[in-house]
């Protein structure tokens, strides 16, 4: 090779030796810059995780441990002590309207003299202070969704006397907490007849809602997630584990506790925008697809959780309200 052309070769391979070096430096230099940023974020990573853990670990103890896991039981459990409120029978043909989407309502499930002895019951625990307490919204702020009071009643096994809103009720009482949770047996079992076979698991508690002469309304919703379940984008995993037995309720079970004629003037009716299915009683007034059901003493109520939306009309007179909510 002539001796320039060579010449010439080495300057040009030690130039982009040397571009080589000063983009090597310059990148380590910009990796130097962002590695900052890391070691911070590595700093602080394991409080956002704790942070993180912790935040999840209380939703879910107080969305679903306690009011459903911690002493929640099956059906077969919750029906040990006591006689279901519907046969099996009826229970079949309730799923069966269920399934089609219907409010199921089926009166006298009480007796004359239970009705009586429930009204004795109820007037001492109204006027007992901290028998009854403002619902979970109210105590939270919020006064225009919903305005009864509310306790929840437990059998002695499972009562804690130091929790708040618990109550043991008198005998009367007791003995309807106990046929309702017990219903979810006959429920079950007639599943294995419809198209799909459930098992619910039952909250060792029920809640006995007061709505008073004048001021008790509640209004328009589903007892589950309905649409608020996708609304709060990033948050979303919170709310998801904090409604934990909100979102598997299944079935909603409604005792009424009133006295058995209930006047149609007296206002109070639980109006569900379904289909009505009287399985035992009269049939049931009904304006465009919205069923009326007055909140008669011995009257069973059962609906979709999730799909049947209603609300409770302002009452004139006070309203008594036994709700289990059958999860699976
Ligand atoms: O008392 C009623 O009739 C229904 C109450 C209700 O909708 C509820 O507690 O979720
Ligand atoms: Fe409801």
């Not at 625990?125 to 403002?134: E, I, Q, R, Y």
Request: proline share 5%; aromatic share 8%; net charge neutral.
């Amino acid at each position: 090779m002539h001796p320039l052309r060579s010449r010439c070769l080495q300057l040009a391979s030690a130039r982009r030796l040397a571009s080589g070096l000063a983009r090597l430096a310059q990148a380590k230099e910009e990796a130097a810059k962002t590695a900052e940023w890391p070691s911070a974020l590595r700093a602080v990573l394991p409080f956002v995780g704790l942070a993180g853990v912790g935040t999840a670990g209380h939703a879910f103890y107080d969305g679903l441990w306690v009011p459903l896991l911690r002493d929640g039981q099956s059906a077969e459990e919750a029906a040990r002590q006591a006689e279901p409120l519907l046969d099996a029978h009826l229970a079949g043909t309730a799923l069966t309207h269920l399934e089609r989407g219907e409010v199921v309502v089926v009166d006298g499930v009480l007796s004359a003299t239970l009705l009586a002895d429930l009204q004795r019951e109820l007037q001492s625990l109204a006027s007992t202070p901290g028998g009854l307490l403002p619902n979970p919204k109210v105590q939270a702020g919020n006064t225009e969704v919903r305005t009864d009071r509310v306790c929840y009643l437990r059998d002695p096994a499972s009562f804690s006397p130091t929790d708040e809103g618990q109550v043991l009720g008198g005998a009367a009482l007791q003995l309807c907490h106990r046929r309702l949770r017990a219903t979810a047996l006959v429920l079950e079992t007639g599943s294995q007849q419809a198209s799909r076979r459930r098992t619910f698991v039952v909250p060792a508690w029920t809640q006995l809602a007061q709505y008073t002469d004048g001021s008790g309304f509640y209004k328009w919703h589903t007892d589950g997630l309905g649409e608020e379940s996708g609304r709060f984008g990033p948050l979303g995993w919170y709310f998801w584990l904090q409604r934990g037995a909100v979102r598997r309720r299944s079935i909603t079970g409604i005792l009424y506790l009133n006295e058995e004629d209930w006047p149609s003037t007296a206002g109070g009716a639980l109006r569900c925008r379904a289909a009505a299915a009287p399985l035992r009683g009269p049939p049931l007034p009904s304006t465009a697809g919205i069923a009326e059901v007055l909140p008669k003493g011995g009257r069973l109520v059962l609906f979709d959780s999730h799909k049947i939306e209603h609300e409770v009309v302002a009452t004139r007179q006070d309203r008594w309200a036994l709700t289990v909510w059958l999860h699976e």
